[in-house]
């Protein structure tokens, strides 16, 4: 039982001093922050693409096509067919 304590201790401490170790983000682009922050979600364009398109009729149709794709499974790779 002691040794479970220990290792299970050594664990804990391993896993803490690890933990700083891992590697820092990598930088940020300021060219793509600048991109970033240049979309203005209070342009007209934009409010007029919303206005026009049926945002829930789109996601409907790719949930549909995501789910019988699902459903659908490939053919085998010999070109066989199984009998179902």
């Known amino acids: 039982m002691k040794l479970a304590r220990t290792v299970a ?6 896993a803490l001093l ?6 820092a983000d990598d930088p940020v682009d300021p060219d793509f922050l ?7 979600s209070s342009e007209a364009g934009w409010h007029d693409y919303l206005a026009a398109t049926d945002v829930d009729a789109l996601l409907k ?3 549909a096509a ?5 459903s659908d499974p490939p053919p ?6 199984k009998e179902r």
Not at 18 to 23: D, E, F, H, S, Y
Not at 34 to 40: Q, R, T, Y
Not at 66 to 70: G, M
Request: hydrophobic content about 50%; glycine content about 12%; some cysteine.
């Open 9 to 14: 201790g050594v664990l804990c401490v391993g």
């Open 18 to 23: 690890a933990a700083p170790l891992q590697a």
């Open 34 to 40: 600048e991109f970033l922050g240049s979309v203005d």
């Open 61 to 63: 149709a790719q949930a």
């Open 66 to 70: 995501a789910k019988a794709a699902a």
């Open 76 to 81: 085998p790779a010999d070109g066989s067919e």
